[in-house]
């Protein structure tokens, strides 16, 4: 009961701020005040707006709106969002590109499921569609998902990207962002011993964490210093009746984006202040950078609480995937069997969520693998958005990507660099040499 009384009070206290935004709005609004030359109606109306959107995007799924592909006759394709396979938790879906052929390249986005949606990664599919054909994973929000759906952890997140790689075929290329990467590493290995046949081509890992332990950071101190019972005491809480899956047990995107914001407050609230000033003086609009940040940052969603705390236990204090002892269904998954995946693990020097290490350590743990199938990349400066959907990943380790999905693709002629990395860089994408080495 007290976890359904704290869901609810969350849910009350976002409507409730909604509500004063909007009636700050419209009261600060009318035309009578405008005959009062004061800036408080001005400013009282700039943060009504500003706090109304900002609350009644936090219960929104952004859309995708894929802007079209310009075609190589000039004309723009339209993009069409298609789910391929659905799912109780999550859909494979398909990007598909109007009026173009299929390419030869064929990439599953595996996103995250760490607070918010899919949507997440847009930039990314944005920056790799008119290069390839794109699928996603696009994971549903676990407070509209009904209790007698059962339930959804690790194992069954695992499972179904199992599912996804054996439907999408052996020419998939497999692009893991962040918190999936382990999953996504032990599902390659499932598919390579229990059917060969449907092995990606290549698994790209970007930033996740393989081994947490491998390099420490204000995630992994946490994890290690929390106990299971204190964190399934303070995190979860029960759906209330307002959604589909009421009674349902989860770690509420609500609570999430409190820690969010508590990571970064002063950040936060700098851009916010900045924000309705600009309202007030005329100088904000509907599409600027603060709302295309914002609408993303504030849309969350809830995640299963077996599929929480099963990645805590697992992943970070267990490092079942860093010591090879993961388990699916009572099944060991074991790593070694991955021979003919080509493996390549992206990591930001200046990542403090998924430190540098904790990915790499992929390939060590890939003991079957050649070493000429193995690859590894740093990129300097860049932090852990940075690597898979700001400027270092539009210059730099995107075409990266692209080359390594080419040199694996089996073709005869292999298609023309996108980027020879000089210097530093180059040895970052030279294939690896092995070394000794959520809570979201």
């Not at 600060?28 to 005040?33: C, G, K, L, T």
């Not at 947490?212 to 204000?218: R, S, W």
């Not at 990591?347 to 890939?366: H, M, R, T, W």
Request: negative net charge; hydrophobic residues 40%; contains cysteine.
């Amino acid at each position: 009961m007290k976890g359904l009384i704290s869901y609810d009070a969350m849910e009350t206290i976002r409507n409730t701020n909604e509500w004063l935004g909007a009636s700050a709005r419209a009261m600060a609004s009318y035309p009578a005040f405008a005959m009062v030359p004061h800036p408080v109606f001005r400013l009282m109306s700039a943060w009504g707006r500003v706090t109304e959107r900002s609350f009644a995007r936090m219960v929104i799924k952004p859309d995708w709106n894929i802007p079209p592909i310009p075609g190589a006759e000039g004309q723009d394709h339209v993009v069409y969002i298609e789910p391929v396979l659905k799912r109780d938790f999550g859909d494979l879906v398909h990007f598909r590109v109007a009026r173009r052929q299929p390419m030869a390249r064929k990439i599953l986005l595996v996103a995250p499921m760490s607070g918010h949606y899919a949507t997440l990664l847009r930039s990314t599919v944005t920056s790799l569609l008119p290069d390839a054909e794109i699928y996603i994973t696009d994971w549903h929000n676990a407070r509209d998902i009904p209790v007698s759906k059962g339930k959804f952890d690790i194992e069954d997140y695992t499972q179904y990207l199992v599912d996804f790689m054996r439907h999408l075929g052996p020419d998939v290329n497999v692009i893991a962002v962040c918190q999936p990467a382990p999953l996504a590493l032990a599902a390659t290995a499932l598919l390579a011993e229990e059917d060969p046949k449907a092995q990606p081509r290549t698994l790209t890992l970007i930033g996740g964490p393989i081994d947490p332990d491998a390099a420490a950071t204000e995630v992994t101190d946490f994890g290690n210093r929390m106990t299971m019972g204190e964190l399934e005491y303070l995190a979860i809480q029960q759906i209330g009746f307002k959604y589909k899956g009421a009674g349902r047990m989860v770690y509420p995107g609500l609570a999430q984006l409190t820690s969010f914001i508590a990571m970064n407050a002063e950040t936060h609230t700098r851009a916010f202040v900045d924000k309705i000033f600009a309202e007030a003086r005329g100088q904000a609009s509907e599409g600027d950078k603060h709302n295309k940040f914002y609408d993303e940052y504030l849309a969350v969603m809830d995640m299963t609480a077996e599929f929480y705390l099963s990645t805590v236990e697992r992943i970070f204090k267990g490092l079942e995937i860093a010591e090879n002892r993961f388990t699916v269904n009572g099944k060991p998954v074991d790593l070694g069997k991955i021979k003919d995946v080509a493996v390549f693990t992206v990591e930001g020097a200046n990542d403090d969520i998924s430190a540098p290490g904790q990915c790499v350590a992929a390939l060590d743990l890939c003991t079957g693998l050649p070493e000429e199938k193995k690859r590894q990349h740093l990129e300097p400066g860049a932090g852990h958005y940075g690597i898979f959907a700001g400027k270092s990943w539009r210059l730099n380790i995107r075409p990266i990507v692209l080359d390594f999905i080419d040199d694996n693709s089996g073709a005869e002629t292999p298609a023309p660099r996108r980027r020879r990395p000089q210097g530093d860089g180059e040895a970052s994408a030279t294939p690896a040499i092995n070394s000794s080495r959520m809570p979201v």
